[in-house]
């Protein structure tokens, strides 16, 4: 069965600092995308970095980055230089080959200035 | 630039009630997709539409239904309202060139319902 992981429920970081967030899925599938969106206080789900499984390089979208390890299945997010606007919840998702995704539980990161 | 649209962005329910959560996208997707989050989770798949007329149970699909006339319309319907389905319900929708496995496919969301049975 595919299943994505966060093993954080709760990360703090000083601001201007960086912090990864962990993800980890199990698939069988060998095509497949791995994302990362980010839920504010106010709900909305915003999308931040994707990778995809065939992508021989890690993603980068500003001040993200994706720490993609394919042999161990872990897409771990890296924010560097946190602010104080980072402070929200993360979701890491997994898209099988028919669309659909699978999130994990989130990880609710904190920036402390 | 409005996206995906949903309406109403809030609901009380008594049991038993029916109602039906909106969902428009302005961007030509293809596929759409409802989702529901309980407090402390992450999202889960109730159903999702490949296309107009075709729709499909991801999931947690009972208590709900869903139709596709448009492309640019998915309505989730809840019958018989329960407790259980107090959630946040989110329509998310993508573009999927199917063949092309280096397509990102990202899913765009709205804003969110939320929605408690009392």
């Known amino acids: 069965a595919q299943k994505i992981t966060q093993t954080q429920p709760g990360m703090f970081v000083q601001e201007k600092e960086a912090v990864t967030l962990d993800c980890t899925y199990d698939?069988?599938?060998?095509?497949?995308?791995l994302f990362w969106y980010k839920q504010p206080s106010s709900g909305e789900m915003i999308f931040l970095i994707y990778q995809g499984s065939y992508d021989q390089q890690n993603a980068t979208e500003g001040r993200y980055s994706l720490n993609f390890q394919k042999a161990r299945k872990s897409a771990n997010l890296v924010i560097s230089a946190s602010q104080l606007g980072d402070s929200a919840m993360y979701f890491c998702a997994m898209r099988d080959q028919g669309g659909k995704l699978i999130f994990g539980q989130g990880t609710e990161l904190s920036v402390k200035p | 630039n409005a996206g995906v649209t949903q309406t109403p962005k809030f609901r009380i329910l008594k049991i038993g009630q029916s109602m039906t959560l909106q969902c428009a996208q302005d961007m030509n997707h293809n596929y759409m997709y409802w989702y529901r989050q309980d407090p402390g989770m992450g999202l889960k798949l109730i159903y999702y539409s490949v296309g107009a007329g075709i729709t499909d149970k991801g999931e947690v699909p009972n208590g709900y239904n869903v139709s596709r006339s448009t492309t640019e319309d998915f309505p989730l319907r809840l019958e018989l309202a329960a407790p259980s389905q107090t959630s946040v319900y989110f329509c998310?929708?993508?573009?999927?060139?199917?063949?092309?496995?280096?397509?990102?496919?990202?899913?765009?969301f709205g804003a969110g319902t939320r929605l408690s049975v009392l």
């Open positions: 698939t069988s599938d060998p095509s497949y995308g």
């Open positions: 998310a929708s993508s573009y999927r060139s199917v063949g092309f496995i280096g397509a990102k496919n990202i899913q765009y």
